[in-house]
């Protein structure tokens, strides 16, 4: 266990020697010096926990000496408590001015002497400890703080070096789409000619089957170029023009009605909004909606039905709900539902895997956000939100 060490600064053996008694008796290692030099020296070499100072000093040295402890960064937190006479109370105000921590009134008191040197001396080291632990916490943070600014700007450059990988793919796609799309545009006019000539109905049926093939690589070549350019644009793509989002849903209707006649589909639009405008690319937003409906018409039976409902929510946005009764979503097809070729469940004839992940690309283009899932007790649901056009 530690043992404190305390120096009595005191020029009166008498009034030193009982305060040395007292404290060593109670494990204290004491030092009673006089001298000026001596004192300073002392404490300067020494471990000095608490320091008792004689205030009837000769041309008040005492004060000079608190002072000088006091004003000393290295010195400073060492404790210091004044002995004065009962009769000269009136050095009190000068004994704390001179930066003194406490005094005690002679004759001395053991109690009063142990009560109060005990007190400085834990107020002493319980703020070195929390000193300690300070630097230590400051310590610890500061080097947490650099391995974060370093994790970040790591971060930082793995996100640059994803852009430019995203840009570089979106390149790559761009140029084997454009470089399918020269040898494609020869295959289809070639097929467009042959369809002029009489020829066997076997020979027809491969020409049936190598045309649609070829519509079908042109269709995916096309959407590759659309992705790219929207991955790479956003909503530089677009060209925002004032619509009417019943026009926009209908008109998608429209287009994959003639796709898949054999469904026969049931719709039931319920428009409970009172602004259906809308600022944005009339094109790619019936795109956007063709997707959807496709996924909904393709994964319901014959006759089955799609609902559509349309409400204004109070922070501005149209809110397009498209919910199906057909087979639903996979969890592993939720999981990765709007990434690029994502086609992860048994392949589905027309599905190019691009379909939800061009038409997130599309709202995000516009301010909006899409999201996906599954109805209760069968069926899927695909909700829109887009920014109204607000009325001047």
């Not at 590759?224 to 004032?242: H, N, P, Q, T, W």
Request: with cysteine; net charge negative; charged share 25%.
């Amino acid at each position: 266990m530690k043992r404190f060490t305390i120096l009595v600064i005191d020029n009166q053996a008498g009034n030193s020697i009982s305060l040395e008694q007292i404290l060593v008796v109670n494990d204290f290692e004491v030092k009673v010096l006089s001298m000026e030099e001596e004192i300073f020296r002392f404490i300067n070499e020494e471990t000095v926990d608490l320091v008792f100072i004689e205030a009837d000093l000769p041309e008040m040295q005492s004060f000079s000496i608190c002072r000088a402890i006091k004003s000393n960064d290295k010195w400073s937190v060492i404790p210091v408590i004044f002995m004065v006479d009962r009769d000269n109370l009136e050095l009190i105000s000068e004994i704390f001015e001179s930066g003194a921590d406490d005094y005690i009134l002679k004759p001395l008191l053991n109690l009063e002497i142990l009560t109060k040197s005990r007190a400085l001396l834990e107020l002493k080291y319980g703020r070195q400890i929390a000193r300690n632990t300070n630097q230590m916490l400051e310590t610890r943070v500061g080097q947490r703080t650099r391995e974060l600014e370093d994790s970040l700007k790591m971060l930082r450059q793995a996100y640059k070096d994803l852009e430019i990988l995203e840009i570089a793919k979106s390149e790559f796609f761009n140029l084997v789409s454009h470089e399918i799309r020269t040898p494609l545009n020869g295959i289809l006019g070639s097929l467009a000619l042959i369809e002029r000539f009489e020829l066997p109905e076997e020979v027809n049926r491969y020409f049936m089957i190598l045309g649609y093939s070829a519509k079908r690589l042109e269709k995916f070549s096309n959407t590759i170029i659309e992705a790219s350019a929207l991955r790479i644009k956003g909503e530089r793509a677009m060209v925002y023009v004032d619509n009417d989002i019943i026009t926009i849903i209908q008109k998608a209707l429209d287009q994959v009605s003639l796709e898949f006649p054999e469904k026969n589909m049931e719709i039931d639009i319920q428009n409970n909004a009172t602004n259906l405008s809308l600022r944005g690319d009339e094109k790619y937003l019936i795109k956007c909606f063709a997707v959807v409906f496709e996924n909904a018409f393709k994964f319901s039976s014959i006759g089955g039905r799609v609902e559509v409902i349309i409400i204004n929510e109070t922070e501005g946005n149209l809110k397009i709900t498209i919910a199906d009764y057909g087979i639903g979503f996979s969890k592993v097809s939720l999981d990765n539902i709007f990434k690029a070729m994502s086609n992860l469940d048994a392949h589905v004839d027309k599905n190019t895997g691009m379909g939800l992940h061009i038409a997130k690309l599309i709202i995000e283009a516009h301010s909006g956000s899409i999201r996906v899932g599954n109805r209760m007790p069968s069926g899927a649901f695909v909700e829109i939100k887009i920014p109204v056009k607000q009325p001047a």
